[in-house]
């Protein structure tokens, strides 16, 4: 068996491979002709009865959440430390006193006079006051990227498209809320945006346009709705009910009802006079290409076909995973996480225990390729099933069951031009 994605990455898998169909490519920071915020006498800011009644019907209705205040930073001023203040009071109080008769100084007292001069003590206190002036300029740069994100906040709050669309989108994902951050520190935000499940957050690049983060933030909140199913089908495979061949179609079909939900949500938007982003615009014209009845009929099995068969990304270059047919590019995705153990423990799951000549069981657990970006595994893994078969070909119900989790034609192809014609060694 494969080892789990954990679930941070499940649902950021769909992000990254969001289908733009001509132009998927494109990266989600792109800007559409006009910001939405531009736009107040285009929409009237509130969604349409049929778009409302589409979402409560998804979902259920729930108490609309309080929406968060921004920050509130006070600024933080400093004083010098009165320590300081008290020995300059110290050190002039002691230039004013009235010189003394001398006595003759002996060896010793002239020592400790010394000595005195060498304390380290007057230099302490004067870097008390860098110290705190180094602390106060931290504290006011931690404040204003405060600030920044707040800033960034009451905009999308106060955008026509979060009141028309987003806010009934979170009453209808109770605890589902919604984060900024910077690419900077969170690299998965390369894509733009992402769901986290494992704390129910939409995560959105605080850099991006306006217009694209609400495009983001209205996609990935489609993405929540399907968490619970892209969680199922990824146990569905760790547990071996089903090949990776299966994996990718199941887990492509779910991605489908997520684009359709977004498709659905952005056609209203269109109808009611809103500027769309850029992501926007290109899935509703894939939408219009493949079926211009779409939006009358309602009928998505010309769509669907278009999605599962062509071209994640018609733009891709061949060597890039998104060049395959969606459901394959999951399929390959998957396996290159596979590791030798795993894929034995699974193929003996499948073939019965000890069927497995011994030979091979050593072959398969510690020579099956264990770089994480060396795109081989898919290849490998083709391989491993090709020497089962020859060494199992007197079973013929051994070489179905090798045959059912063999990969598609498409696939092993893309497989052999990332890998090369050979990735296993030869079974000593």
């Known amino acids: 068996m494969t080892t789990i994605q954990p679930k941070s990455q499940i649902i950021s898998n769909v992000s990254s491979k969001r289908a733009l169909f001509e132009g998927k490519n494109e990266k989600a920071q792109q800007v559409g002709d006009k910001p939405v915020s531009s736009l107040p006498n285009k929409g009237n800011g509130k969604i349409s009865n049929r778009i409302a009644m589409y979402l409560n019907n998804v979902q259920g209705s729930s108490q609309p959440q309080a929406q968060r205040k921004p920050l509130n930073i006070k600024k933080v001023s400093f004083q010098p430390m009165p320590v300081q203040q008290e020995v300059q009071k110290k050190e002039v109080k002691h230039q004013e006193q009235p010189a003394k008769h001398k006595e003759p100084t002996s060896t010793r007292t002239l020592l400790q006079q010394v000595k005195s001069q060498q304390s380290p003590q007057p230099e302490q ?28 906040m009451d905009m999308i709050k106060n955008s026509a498209i979060f009141k028309a669309v987003i806010q009934l989108l979170l009453n209808t994902l109770p605890g589902t809320k919604f984060e900024l951050a910077s690419p900077d520190k969170d690299p998965k935000l390369l894509t733009g945006a992402y769901f986290d499940p494992k704390t129910n957050t939409v995560v959105l690049d605080k850099n991006a346009p306006l217009d694209t983060t609400l495009d983001n933030l209205i996609f990935e909140l489609c993405n929540a709705k399907n968490a619970a199913k892209f969680e199922a089908i990824n146990q569905a495979y760790q547990k071996g009910q089903i090949t990776p061949s299966e994996y990718g179609q199941q887990y492509a079909a779910a991605e489908f009802d997520t684009q359709m939900r977004y498709t659905d949500i952005f056609l209203q938007l269109k109808k009611d006079g809103h500027s769309l982003a850029n992501n926007a615009q290109q899935a509703l014209a894939w939408v219009d290409r493949t079926d211009s009845n779409y939006v009358q009929t309602k009928d998505t099995t010309r769509l669907f076909e278009s999605f599962m068969k062509e071209p994640h990304d018609k733009k891709a270059d061949k060597l890039s995973t998104s060049s395959l047919p969606t459901p394959e590019m999951y399929t390959f995705e998957k396996l290159e996480k596979l590791r030798g153990p795993a894929l034995f423990k699974r193929l003996e799951g499948e073939l019965g225990q000890g ?26 893994y083709e391989e491993v099933l090709g020497q089962l078969k020859t060494e199992l070909k007197k079973d013929p119900v051994s070489v179905a069951k090798l045959e059912n989790l063999q990969l598609p034609e498409q696939l092993l192809e893309h497989a052999t031009l990332r890998a090369g014609a050979n990735v296993m060694p030869k079974v000593k």
């Open 125 to 152: 206190t004067q870097k008390k006051p860098e110290e705190v002036k180094v602390k106060a300029a931290s504290v006011h740069t931690v404040s204003a990227q405060q600030s920044a994100s707040g800033s960034k």
């Open 355 to 380: 069927k497995i000549p011994q030979k091979l069981s050593s072959w398969i657990r510690h020579e099956f390729p264990t770089d994480n970006y060396g795109y081989k595994r898919a290849k490998a």
